[in-house]
């Protein structure tokens, strides 16, 4: 099993810059996959950037050159920094975790007004 929580989502003009970060209770070296979903009120949760334990790295095409994926093993720690925000990026976003199964965080709330 493993734990996760998010932080860092907030509200933000169009343009501005946040980084989610998402603290998870064991060694990324221990989870085959993590990844950062969205949800936006009405629309289905969809996965926006993944990384795999290889180091691979898969994007959304409506973030890629936006938005960044990034870990730090040494303090369990998972990244999502994210540029040039668009009000279109409004929704909670929830950190992800693959083992056996996928756990899920409780998400944070990001909200870009226009």
């Known amino acids: 099993q493993v734990q996760l929580v998010e932080s860092g989502g907030g509200l933000v003009q169009a343009g501005g810059s946040l980084r989610l970060s998402c603290a998870a209770s064991?060694?990324?070296?221990?989870?085959?996959?993590m990844g950062w979903y969205r949800q936006a009120p009405g629309n289905a949760r969809e996965l926006v950037a993944s990384?795999?334990?290889?180091?691979?790295?898969w994007y959304a095409d409506s973030v890629k050159g936006r938005f960044t994926i990034s870990r730090d093993n040494s303090q369990n720690t998972l990244y999502l920094q994210m540029n040039s925000l668009k009000p279109e990026d409004t929704a909670m976003y929830y950190c992800?975790?693959?083992?056996?199964?996928?756990?899920w965080g409780q998400g944070t709330q990001v909200t870009v007004s226009s």
């Open positions: 064991r060694s990324p070296f221990s989870i085959n996959a």
């Open positions: 990384i795999r334990l290889g180091g691979n790295t």
């Open positions: 992800a975790a693959q083992l056996l199964r996928w756990y």
